[in-house]
């Protein structure tokens, strides 16, 4: 699954300061980001696009990290490798009326 564009990711967490900055954690990916930006339609899927041969599905957000995520304009994601943070960045969070409709 490595070297298909899109990876789904199964594994991430989404976390919330008390300032309101959203934080997802995920596993490293190959190659570094270039122009990310998070695609997000207010339910329960997202898309990372972290470059042009790369984004990762996000799928099953959980309910208490939906309305947060509506209202941010940037997170920070921290892809780990094993207990390590291998890279940070800051995405800006494009809003979409419906997710499916920009995958097909």
């Known amino acids: 699954m490595d070297n298909e564009m899109t990876n789904s990711e199964g594994t991430y967490d989404i976390l919330q300061n008390s300032a309101g900055e959203i934080l ?8 570094g980001p ?30 208490n ?8 304009d940037e997170v920070l994601v921290a892809e780990i490798d094993g207990d390590e943070v291998a890279r940070e960045y800051v995405v800006p969070v494009r809003f979409v009326r419906d997710l499916k409709a920009v995958l097909s």
């Open 24 to 31: 997802i954690v995920l596993k490293q990916r190959k190659g």
């Open 65 to 72: 990290a939906r309305a947060p995520l509506k209202r941010v």
């Open 34 to 63: 270039e122009n990310p930006r998070f695609v997000y339609d207010g339910g329960s899927n997202a898309l990372l696009y972290r470059s042009r041969e790369s984004a990762v599905f996000l799928g099953d957000i959980n309910e």
